[in-house]
């Protein structure tokens, strides 16, 4: 069972660059020392059939919204293209969701960790020699989100991640 679900995994990174690329409609069967997995691609939605039951990706290369993300996007900040975006994952033991993307500003890296600050708290891991700020939110037994701020090529750059679901998929 557990090496079915790190296939599954596995499969899941190649369902999202699936996905991303836009390729058409597709099936195929995979062999593997577990057992035969069918895959199934078809208008962005990619699913796997196993022994043990289905699971279905959906997803998106479009920037996520503050929602889907679990923490605020920084005012003016720009999306970074192609750096995130949203996949779900279903099946029998439920539903399981990740989005992520990353945002940049030439605001100042203080004033950014300043605005997260107030929105979130302390962060929960801060180095200002290197400037890189980490706070972990919504922390539960379904849900978490990270929020990472950090200064590189003198840009001050977002990572918004959340994943929320059942954790047994």
Same mark, same amino acid.
Do not use: H
């Given at each position: 069972?557990?090496k ?5 995994f596995?499969? *899941?990174? %190649? ?9 058409? $409609?597709?099936?195929? #069967?995979?062999?593997? !020392? /577990? @057992? ?34 679990? *923490?605020? %996007? ?9 750096s $995130?975006?949203?996949? #779900?994952?279903?099946? !029998? /033991? @439920?539903?399981?969701?990740t ?27 801060q ?24 200064? /590189?090529e003198g ?15």
């Amino acid at each position: 069972m557990r090496k079915s679900i790190a296939l599954l995994f596995l499969l *899941a990174l %190649v369902a999202t660059l699936v996905i991303a690329t836009g390729c058409g $409609g597709s099936k195929t #069967t995979v062999k593997t !020392p /577990e @057992g035969e997995v069918k895959v199934e691609e078809k208008e962005g939605k990619v699913t796997y059939e196993t022994e043990e039951g289905k699971v279905t990706y959906e997803g998106s290369d479009k920037a996520p919204s503050e929602a889907e993300l679990g *923490a605020p %996007v920084y005012p003016g900040a720009e999306y970074v293209e192609g750096s $995130g975006g949203t996949a #779900t994952a279903s099946g !029998p /033991e @439920g539903q399981f969701t990740t989005s992520g993307a990353e945002f940049v500003t030439e605001d100042a890296y203080s004033k950014v960790v300043d605005f997260y600050t107030g929105k979130l708290g302390e962060p929960m891991y801060q180095d200002t020699s290197t400037k890189e700020a980490t706070w972990m939110i919504n922390v539960n037994e379904e849900s978490f989100t990270v929020v990472t701020v950090s200064e /590189e090529e003198g840009k001050v750059k977002i990572s918004l991640g959340r994943m929320a679901g059942k954790s047994g998929m």
